[in-house]
């Protein structure tokens, strides 16, 4: 099956909300933790924003109805297309585009105040130069002194030996069988109760032989009039140790990197600033 990750996003985009209790109340509450951490860090005013992993909209609908002018980008047509719809939906305003983040000089040649990249995106950049590629794509979009915000999943803690790893993000314990000894072997299942039954959602990881990256399986399992219907889904992720981004970060010219962590920030995963 391929791990492709834009088929796995356009597959997803139907059903990336389902990752959730209530979606829809998820943007209220990251909306309100990122607008906080964008106005501490910030060197000044803030209007413009880009995000350029937009998906389906979570941080950028959240940000537009916190009254950042939001530009939203994504390489999945499908996702993109549901963001540009449920933005509407939201009555926020803001503009969509389809667009790689490793060639966003390629599509945009305005600059923005903010720059962000959620929800582990990085951890999409297979490649070695990926991520150098794309954090100096993403550097070239911003103003002199503008800010960069990305969060990813906490690997560090995911992968230490200690005996930790088996919590992903706070809220979501992961199961501690190892595959090749690596790493955890996916997630808990998350069990909602939706007005039409019971919905499953949990993810299987396949470790690569060099403890580099993982395949990610994403079930989710939803009731309905009492019967079961399961979809799946796959894709591959680097784990990507914070070191790592900070070097990445370094080179393509970023400066005043941080980390704000879940207690400190209320988001739900590591956040790394830093000014272009
Ligand atoms: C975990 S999802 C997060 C989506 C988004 N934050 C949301 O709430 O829907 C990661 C997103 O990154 C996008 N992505 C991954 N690699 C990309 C790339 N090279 N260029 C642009 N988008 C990319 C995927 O299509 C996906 O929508």
């Known amino acids: 099956m391929s791990e492709s990750v834009r088929a796995f996003y356009d597959g997803l985009a139907g059903e990336y909300h389902l990752m959730f209790a209530d979606w829809r109340r998820e943007i209220a509450r990251q909306g309100e933790a990122l607008d906080a951490l964008i106005h501490r860090q910030s060197d000044g005013a803030v209007a413009s924003l880009l995000d350029c992993a937009c998906g389906i909209g979570t941080q950028a609908i959240a940000l537009a109805l916190q009254g950042y002018r939001v ?11 549901r963001a540009r719809r449920e933005a509407q939906s939201f009555g926020a305003v803001m ?3 389809v667009a790689d983040f490793r ?5 945009l040649t305005q600059r923005f105040d903010v720059v962000i990249c ?3 995106a990085l951890s999409h950049c297979l490649a070695d130069d990926d991520l150098p590629r794309a954090l100096g794509q993403m550097q070239g979009r911003l103003r002199s002194g503008g800010l960069f915000l990305a969060s990813i999943r906490d690997y560090d803690r995911l992968l230490a030996r200690d005996g930790s790893a088996g919590a992903l993000d706070p809220g979501l314990p992961g ?3 190892k595959s090749q000894d690596h790493g955890p072997r996916g997630t808990m299942p998350q069990v909602f109760d939706d007005a039409t039954g019971r919905r499953i959602a949990f993810q299987v ?4 032989p060099d403890g580099r990256s993982y395949a990610v399986h994403q079930y989710f399992v939803q009731e309905f009039e009492g019967e079961h219907r399961t979809s799946h889904h796959v894709s591959r992720f680097r784990a990507l140790r914070r070191a790592e981004v900070d070097e990445a970060l370094k080179a393509a010219g970023f400066r005043d990197i941080h980390w704000h962590f879940p207690a400190d920030s209320g988001f739900y995963q590591p956040v790394v600033t830093a000014r272009a």
Request: net charge negative.
């Open 71 to 81: 530009h939203a980008t994504d390489f999945s047509a499908p996702a993109a297309e």
């Open 175 to 177: 199961l501690h069988g």
């Open 205 to 208: 990881w396949d470790w690569a």
């Open 103 to 107: 060639h966003l000089g390629e599509v």
């Open 118 to 120: 959620c929800d582990n």
């Open 95 to 97: 503009t969509v585009e």
